[in-house]
T-cell receptor
Framework: ETGVTQSPTHLIKTRGQQVTLRCSSQSGHNTVSWYQQALGQGPQFIFQYYREEENGRGNFPPRFSGLQFPNYSSELNVNALELDDSALYLC????????????FGSGTRLTVV | AQSVTQLDSQVPVFEEAPVELRCNYSSSVSVYLFWYVQYPNQGLQLLLKYLSGSTLVKGINGFEAEFNKSQTSFHLRKPSVHISDTAEYFCAVSALSGGSYIPTFGRGTSLIVHP
């Protein structure tokens, strides 16, 4: 059983640029959620994807967008990067309708300069 | 909507001493409760979960937690900590919304175990 893998592990971008982060789900999972974890904070829910459609969204602006592919992998895209976007971005996969069993990846550390 | 409050941002403790990390939650509906651990530069690992049944839940690495509905608490305990328990611990609550369960996390408690 493969876990959740995220790429890249680290990334440095300049303010105003765009970034794409990638996530491969755990085998057998059909739902992907993205979280932003700022330094010293808990993870904040960005959005969730199920069947290639957004299935819930947290309090994040539209410049945060995502995709889910038929193999359940996912991308997080952030446009017009701001310094406050610097954070650890976590991807978690799960089965829709299941209250437990979220499996998290190790995250992508994004630094915006 | 639900929320989680972790009352201590940092808990220092000596090795082999007992520890309790506190968590309170608020929700208008029935919830499921979780504790996750995060080691440096890693993702979140599930320690234990409360879904239903016995209010005392045992997890991995010797941790346990007790669900108290009247006090809306879910405190994490370990009778004797080890240096390797040094990590960030997150309490999370999850409720059904739009057909999905989406965990809401607290701000975390940094457990620092001293030799």
């Amino acid at each position: 059983e493969t876990g959740v893998t995220q790429s890249p592990t680290h990334l440095i971008k300049t303010r105003g640029q765009q970034v794409t982060l990638r996530c491969s789900s755990q085998s057998g999972h059909n739902t992907v959620s993205w979280y932003q974890q700022a330094l010293g904070q808990g993870p904040q829910f960005i959005f969730q994807y199920y069947r290639e459609e957004e299935n819930g969204r947290g309090n994040f602006p539209p410049r945060f967008s995502g995709l889910q592919f038929p193999n359940y992998s996912s991308e997080l895209n952030v446009n017009a990067l701001e310094l406050d976007d610097s954070a650890l971005y976590l991807c978690a996969s799960s089965l829709k309708g299941q209250a437990y069993g979220y499996t998290f990846g190790s995250g992508t550390r994004l630094t915006v300069v | 909507a639900q929320s989680v409050t972790q009352l201590d941002s940092q808990v220092p403790v000596f090795e082999e001493a007992p520890v309790e990390l506190r968590c309170n939650y608020s929700s208008s509906v029935s919830v499921y409760l979780f504790w996750y651990v995060q080691y440096p530069n890693q993702g979140l690992q599930l320690l234990l979960k409360y879904l239903s049944g016995s209010t005392l839940v045992k997890g991995i690495n010797g941790f346990e937690a007790e669900f108290n509905k009247s006090q809306t608490s879910f405190h994490l305990r370990k009778p004797s900590v080890h240096i390797s328990d040094t990590a960030e611990y997150f309490c999370a609550v999850s409720a059904l919304s739009g057909g999905s369960y989406i965990p809401t996390f607290g701000r975390g408690t940094s457990l620092i175990v001293h030799p």
